[in-house]
């Protein structure tokens, strides 16, 4: 236990792997985009990556670093993913009708809208709750508090009531789904499972264009650089021992005189935030976005990413992030090999292993691979 | 010969000595009954004896020489006469179509309805002085017209050196229904449907021949239905279309005595269906001049207003409560396998969903394996697939212990992401292997419904999944309480070191525990296909996350916790999904986030759940 402590303070030898990455994010990429030896989709595919690997982030600051389990990830990744998706929506597709009081019926509510415009005039209204996101600065702070104030609240009740360990995740999995059901209903204008669609513009730039999709990916790398040094200046502060000793020990903690629940709902809200991030960048550059985002195997997923990684390491919860996510784009193709033919269905069978593999044969992820490797070398 | 001719001959002699004591004005059922039991009571036992036991022999009698007679030679005289009368269909004279579909009518043969349906829509025709069914044109690719010909008797296409008979158009002739022959076609088929001798034809037909504007012409059969028909649902649905007729005709010959009986009737038996006619008729009379009023009937309508409504809110009351403890007990099957695996061992066995998955898809091998189909029902095959269901889970269930688990004794939370990873395996396995949707057929016993009084229903299968799940949580508390397995279970789940330190070897009842724990998962997967669909990703979508908050709830460890947790988080559903809040209606979705926010509250108060530990062990 003692040395995971040890581990954390560790990461500056491990800075290296990530100044490598840094270096490919920043430097290799575009330079062979410009080169034409990248494609503009695989910029893209990139960013939509390091948007996944911001939420991983915070994910790593509450599982890897808090030992807290929370499975409402992807929920707060899709709050953030749906402000965003209403700001572009608002400034999206010219389908749609504008309505009594002057304001544009975005094309994909109106595809969606549960009563037939005409049949109930009063009815066939903008919501009231689409309004706030008519204007980009509106919607990027909304699109951070949104999330962060949900997990404030759920955080609030559940750390509050010492909901604890496996307590803990079942209730953050219940929520997601309650409200993955609730996102899927046609009568909450929120565009069913449709989800939001028809997207055109961002800041009046055109999304579709090749020079606003690097943009975007720009924006989505400084978002992950930004977001990487605020979590290391955490982890390394007085507070992130204070939450390194809750996973640790929360009970002596508590003897201590710390108010163990207080540190939690920072650390809790912090990756809320993050993940409300994620998912407002990850909107404009998937050009759509649905409940699907929040479906209970998404935080899930997340959860392997950052174990796949390595748990308790911020380089973990990125590695771990774009490596599967990289895996999965490939493994879901179909591919000749020497011997048999990879279909895609195949992937499921990976993935399964890759859940048991993570837990049981490298529980330090692909980032705690190379001390090992290099371990037991040095012992032979 | 048919069941109705049967009827009609019979008729006079099941006749009872009062007459048509059941329609009798203004009584309902429970007064008809005791009306009954009084006059056999008045009677020398001797005299009930002969009474009802000869009627019975009498009529068993009749019923087994004239299926015998129908199996030799009644098919064959059936099948002329409809012959015969199909022919005359296709005449101009129309007093000559009456007369025949009235015949075929009469004939009671269940191969009729499809018939007078076909002639109903306009798909009959006569070709070759036969007449047959054409039920779409085809075209080819000039944009000629074909017809592929149907068997009007037996439904199947007509059959030309073994391949399907198709003729051009032109040489078809129409046979093409007046207005009120079409009406009568449609009677017709209700008619028959009342001479089935499947009793929900029988029920369906009784209740068609009331809806409005009613069937009079089947009150000679009704009634006959409404004495001795076998199916106490057919009874009453019989009494309830004889009511409901009366009500229409007395309504449309202007009749008011007889409107102001049938409704009051109908009142008094709660009747539903005639619910809006009834307050209609209050409405007609209440909208009338004050001098014209008639305060006699404009209380009977209202005092059968206000009895259906009350006996309508009793019945729903009564329904949701019964859904409640039937959602409740398919909780509690879920989540009693968890309470096993997740509450004693700790494992948060998050391929539970799946092991139900796979118990449903041992039911749906071993109804392939047996043969059992709708045509051919086999309906002895789910007590083989119930423990088959168990074994199969239990295998697996104990592969997985053994594989991943065991390793992870000490890691609950690291046992989420394995489990996790053990479902997505078992879910592609069987999609590669089954595909993404099959279907399990019920058994026969499993259809249909327990018409408890007028309008509940209690659906058979719903009552055998509540019994099941009590059958369930007595040989799980058996087995825990009773035996010694159970006992060294207990022992180690409390505490594994001195467990194991008495001699335990726990690692053993580490596999069976997980092993039971899953193997109950799979009868829940097999009871589960009495009641939704299957399919290879039911688990993660319908089961794991609502089994874990039952257990949750419940509190962890205690086998009570989830019976009471299910029971109540069923009934809440129930409950709260037909209420309105602020006449909104909250529906299944709303409600499933109330009952959610409900458990967010209550763990505020009960952290560890219902039954939570006591002692150092809860600190865990």
């Known amino acids: 236990m003692t040395d995971r402590l040890a581990q954390s303070k560790r990461i500056s030898s491990r800075l290296s792997a990530l100044n490598v990455l840094a270096f490919i994010g920043v430097v290799i990429v575009p330079s062979g985009y410009f080169a034409g030896l990248i494609s503009i989709e695989t910029v893209n595919m990139l960013g939509r990556y390091m948007a996944f690997a911001i939420m991983a982030l915070g994910l790593d600051l509450i599982w890897g670093y808090t030992g807290i389990l929370s499975l409402c990830q992807a929920f707060f990744f899709s709050l953030g993913g749906y402000a965003m998706g209403m700001y572009l929506a608002h400034h999206g597709g010219p389908e749609g009708i504008i309505d009594a009081t002057g304001w544009k019926l975005p094309a994909c509510l109106y595809v969606v809208y549960p009563y037939k415009v005409g049949e109930a005039p009063g009815d066939a209204l903008v919501p009231w709750f689409w309004k706030p996101f008519y204007t980009l600065p509106a919607t990027v702070l909304l699109a951070l508090l949104i999330p962060g104030g949900a997990a404030l609240l759920i955080g609030y009740f559940g750390f509050r009531s010492r909901v604890r360990g496996v307590y803990f995740a079942i209730l953050t999995q219940a929520i997601t789904v309650a409200s993955w059901l609730v996102f899927c209903m046609n009568n909450m204008k929120l565009c069913g499972t449709n989800g939001l669609t028809r997207f055109d513009k961002i800041a009046g730039f055109q999304l579709t264009h090749n020079s606003v999709k690097l943009g975007l990916y720009g924006t989505t790398l400084a978002a992950l650089i930004g977001s990487y040094f605020l979590c290391r200046y955490i982890v390394n502060s007085r507070l992130g021992r204070v939450l390194v000793a809750i996973r640790d020990d929360e009970s002596t903690l508590r003897f201590c005189g710390y108010h163990a629940y207080r540190y939690k709902l920072f650390a809790f809200t912090i990756a809320g935030m993050l993940a409300g991030l994620g998912g407002m960048l990850y909107a404009p550059q998937m050009g759509i976005f649905t409940p699907a985002n929040m479906e209970a195997s998404v935080s899930i997923m997340v959860v392997v990413w950052v174990a796949v990684g390595g748990r308790g390491t911020l380089s973990g919860a990125i590695v771990g992030a774009l490596a599967t996510n990289l895996l999965y784009n490939f493994f879901t193709s179909q591919h000749d090999f020497i011997l048999f033919t990879w279909k895609a269905e195949y992937w499921q069978f990976l993935l399964g292993g890759l859940f048991i593999g993570v837990v049981l044969v490298f529980p330090n992820g692909l980032v705690g691979l190379v001390p090992t490797l290099r371990e037991r070398f040095a012992k032979t | ?620």
């Open chain 2, 1 to 620: 010969m048919s069941r109705q001719g049967f009827y009609r001959r019979l008729y006079p002699l099941l006749q009872r000595p009062g007459g048509s004591l059941l329609v009798k004005q203004g009584k309902n059922m429970s007064d008809e009954y005791e009306e009954i039991v009084g006059k056999i009571h008045a009677v020398p036992r001797e005299r009930i004896w002969s009474a009802a036991a000869l009627r019975w022999r009498l009529f068993f009698c009749a019923l087994s020489v004239l299926m015998a007679m129908e199996a030799a030679w009644g098919q064959a005289e059936t099948d002329a006469i409809i012959e015969a009368e199909l022919l005359k269909l296709s005449s101009e004279d129309t007093d000559a179509r009456q007369s025949a579909l009235m015949v075929l009518a009469e004939t009671g043969d269940p191969r009729v309805e499809y018939l007078l349906e076909a002639f109903r829509i306009e798909s009959l025709f006569v070709w070759n002085g036969k007449v047959v069914v054409c039920e779409e044109f085809i075209e080819d690719d000039d944009f000629n017209e074909f017809a592929p010909l149907t068997d009007p008797l037996s439904g199947q296409p007509i059959l030309e050196n073994g391949k399907p008979l198709v003729v051009s158009v032109d040489d078809l002739k129409e046979i093409s229904p007046s207005r009120s022959e079409r009406r009568f076609a449609q009677n017709a088929k209700f008619l028959i449907r009342l001479s089935s001798t499947d009793a929900d034809a029988r029920l369906s037909g009784a209740k068609k021949c009331g809806d409005p504007p009613g069937i009079p012409a089947s009150t000679e059969l009704l009634r006959s239905m409404a004495d001795d028909d076998p199916d106490v649902r057919v009874r009453r649905a019989a009494i309830e279309s004889l009511e409901l007729i009366n009500l229409f005709t007395a309504i449309a010959a202007d009749d008011e005595e007889a409107t102001i009986s049938a409704a009051d009737a109908l009142g008094q038996m709660g009747s539903l269906r005639a619910f809006d006619r009834v307050s209609e008729l209050l409405a007609n009379e209440s909208a009338l001049p004050e001098d014209e009023q008639s305060a006699e009937a404009k209380k009977i309508f209202q005092r059968s207003v206000w009895a259906i409504e009350r006996y309508q809110s009793r019945i729903s009351k009564v329904g949701n409560l019964f859904r409640g403890i039937s959602l409740g007990s398919v909780l509690i099957l879920m989540a009693l396998g968890l309470a096993i695996t997740f509450g004693l061992m700790g494992v948060i066995n998050m391929a539970h969903g799946e092991l139900m998955m796979i118990g449903a898809y041992t039911t749906f091998e071993i109804q392939r394996i047996v043969g059992h189909t709708p045509d051919a029902p086999q309906n002895w095959y789910f007590f083989v697939a119930l423990p088959s269901a168990f074994l199969a889970s239990a295998l697996v269930g104990m592969l997985i212990e053994v594989l991943v688990v065991r390793h992870l004794y000490r890691r609950p939370l690291e046992s989420l992401l394995a489990t996790w990873g053990v479902g997505l395996i078992l879910i592609q396995a069987v999609r590669v292997r089954y595909g993404d949707n099959i279907g399990v057929n019920a058994p026969e016993w499993a259809r249909g419904s327990w018409e408890v009084v007028r309008d509940l229903n209690f659906p058979y299968s719903r009552l055998f999944i509540i019994g099941l799940c009590a059958a369930c949580v007595a040989a799980t508390y058996l087995l825990m309480r009773g035996t010694s397995l159970g006992l060294q279970m207990r022992a180690t789940m409390q505490n594994r070191d001195m467990a194991a330190g008495l001699g335990i070897n726990t690692s053993r009842v580490d596999r069976y525990t997980f092993a039971f724990g899953s193997g109950l998962a799979g009868v829940a997967g097999c009871a589960w296909t009495l009641v939704g669909g299957v399919t290879p990703d039911m688990g993660q979508t319908n089961f794991i996350v609502d089994a874990f908050l039952v257990v949750v709830t419940g509190g962890v460890g205690e086998l009570i916790g989830v019976v009471f947790s299910g029971l109540g988080i069923g009934m809440l559903t129930k409950v709260l999904e037909p209420m309105e809040i602020a006449s909104f209606p909250i529906g299944a979705v709303w409600s499933k986030v109330l009952l959610l926010i409900a458990i967010v509250i209550f763990i505020q108060f009960r952290p560890s759940g219902l039954f939570a530990q006591k002692g150092r062990l809860s600190d865990d």
